[in-house]
């Protein structure tokens, strides 16, 4: 079993929608839990970033963690055409560990 | 000037032969990292470095060397290329839990 599995989609939504992405973990050691917004041909960018259990806000963007089911979301409010990108999230189990990714999401936003 | 700096953006290389991908970071950080992603696959750590004398594999290591030749610069070196490491390479460091990502060489093996 993977230590991170994430559907790949390609998920594809309207202008304005809101967008849940999902993945799943296996081992309940891991404690940081991170999502990463990668353009196409560029490197990764980290886009939100959460410690152990519960929701983080930025702007258009929560971070959702729950260990008891292993699981993490994001999502966009209000998405934007600019929010077409690949999401990968990427857990980790102490800050200074190395970080394991998912796959990645690709997300196109329709105007 | 970008933070994480790779060369070269592009290669095609023929099977067997010696390649070597490049990186040097301005950050400061002592952790520096080598991913390969495949479509499908994501991000794959290939080997990471927490300080200069410190080398450390990664989950996909096999037929990859690197090279920590200071703290700013971190080598990724192919003996003999084969056409299964044709995939997009990224160098990465951190100083604390967040990673910075170069802009990534894209790598064929013919």
Redesign the interface.
């Known amino acids: 079993q993977k230590e991170v599995e994430q559907d790949p989609g390609p998920l594809s939504v309207p202008e304005g929608a809101i967008v849940s992405l999902n993945c799943t973990y296996s081992n309940s050691a891991f404690q940081y839990f991170m999502w990463y917004r990668q353009y196409s041909r560029k490197g990764p960018e980290l886009l939100m970033y959460t410690y152990s259990s519960g929701n983080k806000e930025d702007g258009r963007f929560t971070a959702q963690v729950d260990k008891s089911s292993k699981y993490i979301s994001l999502f966009i409010r209000d998405s934007q055409p600019s929010d077409s990108a690949t999401y990968l999230c990427a857990i980790s189990k102490t800050s200074y560990d190395k970080v394991i990714f998912g796959p990645g999401t690709s997300l196109s936003v329709i105007p | 000037d970008a933070d ?1 700096t790779q060369t070269p953006r592009n290669r095609i290389t023929k099977t067997g032969k010696r390649i070597m991908l490049e990186c040097s970071q301005t950050k400061g950080h002592d ?1 520096m ?1 080598w ?1 390969r992603q495949d479509p ?6 290939i080997y ?1 470095s ?1 300080d200069v004398k410190d080398i ?1 594999k ?1 989950e996909i290591s096999d037929g990859y060397s690197v090279s920590r030749q200071a703290q700013a610069k971190f080598s990724l070196s192919l003996e003999s290329a084969i056409p299964n490491q044709t995939a997009l390479y ?1 160098c ?1 460091t ?1 100083g ?4 910075f ?4 060489t ?1 790598l064929s093996v013919l």
């Open positions: 994480v952790r990292y991913y499908g696959l994501g991000l794959r750590l990471y927490f450390n990664g990224f990465a951190s604390g839990e967040k990673l990502f170069g802009s990534g894209q």
